[in-house]
C-alpha cells in the first residue's frame, strides 16, 4: 500500500496490497513491548484497581482443524484431545495465579470473549467443564456479555446448544465467504453448506446476538462474487455483520507461497478494491436496515448490537487475559502471554505466569491510544477526553485533525468530530497521522 499526502489536499491509499499487518488494535505499537517491562506488569498486578474500572476477560484458544492460507495467528492444527485437556488445565492454573492478586479487588468480569484459534474446536464436555472451572475461580454472575468465536464447520446442533446453556451471548461466525470455490482457495476448513446448517442452529438457539465476519478480496473475489456473498449475508439477518479487508502479514502461507515464487505484490484485490467492495456492502446493508458502526460492523437497528469487549476496552477496561500469545491489561499496563505453546505450559506448570513481554504507556499514549481506537468508530466526542485527560484534543490534535479535514475524511466538527465513509474505510493507515514521532514507521506487530 502506499500512502501519499501532499499539500494539495490528495491523500489517497493506493496500489496493490503489499505484505504487511495494517490493521492497528492496540497502541503504542507491539514492536515497543518489552520482555525487560514484564516486571511492570506484576507491579500493576500488585496494586488495587482503579475505582469505576471495569474488568474483563480474555482467554485464546489456540486449535484448528486447519490453518487459512492468510492466518497470522499462533495456531495449532490436529490437536489431539490429550492436548488440549492439557492446555485448558494450565489456562485454569493460570486464572488461579491471578485472581490471587490484589488488581482484581472485589470485581467480577463485566464481559468475557473467548477468541482463538478456534474457541468451538473443543469438545462439549471440555466446554462445560472449562465455564463451570473458570466461574468457580471468578463469578461470571456481573458479566453482561460473553462472546464465542465459532468456526461454522465445528458447530453441530448439539454443541451449539451447550454453547447457548453456557450463558454465551454473542456467538462470532468466521464464514468470511459464501463460495465455496473461494473458502477452498483460502484454505478455509468449511463450506457453505455447514454454515447454513450451524447458523440455522445458532438462530434457534436463541442467542441474543449472533455476528458473521466476512473478509472482502479473499485470494480469487470477483466483483460479482463479493455482490453475491454480501447478498446472502444479509438474507442469514445477524445482528451483526463484521467486514474486514484482506491484509497478507509475514507470517501467513500466502506470504510463504509468494516468496516462494519471487512474488512482491500479494495476488490480492487491490486498495481500492477493497474500499469499493465494502462501501457496496455498506450500502447494501444500510438498505436493508442496518447501521454502520464502526470501520468494520454493521449492525441491525433495533437489535442487541452492543459490543461491550471493544467498547470497555477501547476506553482503558482491565483485561485479564489468559491463554498462549493472548493480550491483556492491567493497571495501565499492557502484556502479552508467551506465543508458543511449550514455553507457556512450561512456565505455568512452574506457578509462573507466562508473560512474554510488556508496557506501560505515559499518559501521552494513553490519550492517543483510546483517541485513535475511538476514531475507528467514526466519531470522537472530545468532552470525554476533556473529562478524563484535561485536554482539549481539538488543540492537541489540531495539525492532524486539520489534514483529515482538507483530505476530506472528516465532514462534522461541532459537539461531535465525524469521520466520512471513505474515511473510516481507511482509517487504520489515517491514524498513523496520531501516533508519536517515534511510533511511525514501525512494524505493526
Ligand atoms: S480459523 Fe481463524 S484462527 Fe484458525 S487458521 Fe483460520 S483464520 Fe486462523
Known amino acids: 500500500m502506499s500512502k501519499q499526502a501532499s499539500d494539495s489536499s490528495d491523500y489517497e491509499l493506493k496500489g496493490a496490497t503489499e505484505v504487511g499487518n495494517f490493521f492497528i488494535s492496540n497502541y503504542p505499537p507491539y514492536s515497543f513491548w518489552s520482555p525487560d517491562k514484564v516486571n511492570e506488569i506484576q507491579d500493576a498486578m500488585a496494586r488495587s484497581p482503579e475505582p469505576g474500572n471495569p474488568l474483563g476477560m480474555y482467554l485464546h484458544i489456540p486449535f484448528c482443524r486447519k490453518r487459512c492460507h492468510f492466518c497470522y495467528f499462533r495456531v495449532y492444527t490436529g490437536a489431539k484431545s490429550a492436548e488440549i485437556k492439557d492446555y485448558v488445565a494450565a489456562a485454569l492454573k493460570e486464572l488461579d495465579m491471578y485472581t490471587a492478586q490484589p488488581f482484581i479487588g472485589n470485581r467480577k468480569p ?8 478456534t474457541p468451538s474446536f473443543l469438545s462439549t464436555d471440555m466446554l462445560r467443564e472449562l465455564v463451570e472451572e473458570m466461574d468457580k ?34 456467538l462470532s461466525l468466521g464464514v468470511e465467504n459464501l463460495d465455496d470455490h473461494i473458502l477452498e482457495i483460502n484454505g478455509r476448513a468449511h463450506r457453505t453448506p455447514e454454515i447454513e446448517r450451524a447458523y440455522k442452529a445458532a438462530q434457534d438457539a436463541g442467542f441474543e446476538q449472533i455476528n458473521i465476519d466476512l473478509i472482502a478480496g479473499m485470494l480469487e473475489e470477483t466483483e460479482d462474487n463479493w455482490k453475491r456473498t454480501v447478498e446472502k449475508a444479509i438474507a442469514m439477518d445477524p445482528e451483526s455483520i463484521t467486514v474486514y479487508q484482506m491484509e497478507v502479514p509475514y507470517n501467513t502461507t500466502i506470504y510463504q507461497r509468494m516468496k516462494e515464487s519471487g512474488m512482491l505484490k500479494a495476488p490480492v484485490a487491490n486498495w481500492e478494491t477493497k474500499r469499493r467492495w465494502v462501501t457496496y456492502a455498506y450500502e ?15 449492525v441491525k437497528k433495533g437489535k442487541n448490537a452492543e459490543f461491550l469487549y471493544r467498547d470497555l476496552l477501547w476506553k482503558g477496561a ?54 485513535i481506537l475511538h476514531f475507528k468508530l467514526g466519531w470522537i466526542d472530545p468532552a470525554y477526553y476533556r473529562e478524563k485527560f484535561g485536554v482539549d484534543v481539538r488543540e492537541r490534535f489540531s495539525e492532524q485533525l486539520g489534514h483529515m479535514k482538507k483530505w476530506g475524511f472528516i465532514d462534522r466538527d461541532d459537539t461531535i468530530i465525524s469521520v466520512t465513509r471513505q474515511g473510516l474505510l481507511q482509517i487504520d493507515v489515517l491514524l498513523h497521522e496520531f501516533f508519536l514521532p517515534e511510533h511511525v514507521n514501525q512494524r505493526y506487530a
Open 110 to 117: 463485566s464481559f468475557i470473549y473467548f477468541g482463538g484459534g
Open 137 to 170: 475461580r471468578l463469578s461470571w454472575s456481573d458479566a453482561k456479555e460473553i462472546a464465542f468465536e465459532c468456526e461454522p464447520g465445528t458447530l453441530t446442533e448439539k454443541k451449539i446448544k451447550v454453547i447457548k446453556d453456557l450463558g454465551i451471548t454473542r
Open 284 to 298: 447494501q446493508l444500510e438498505q436493508s436496515g442496518y447501521e454502520v458502526k464502526s470501520a468494520y460492523t454493521a
Open 318 to 371: 482491565d483485561l485479564l487475559s489468559l491463554g498462549v500469545a493472548s493480550f491483556g491489561h492491567i493497571n495501565g499496563t499492557h502484556y502479552q502471554n508467551n506465543h508458543d505453546i511449550d514455553p507457556y505450559l512450561d512456565l505455568v506448570g512452574k506457578d509462573q505466569f507466562p508473560i512474554y513481554r510488556a508496557l506501560t504507556p505515559t499518559d501521552e499514549e494513553r490519550l492517543i491510544r483510546e483517541f
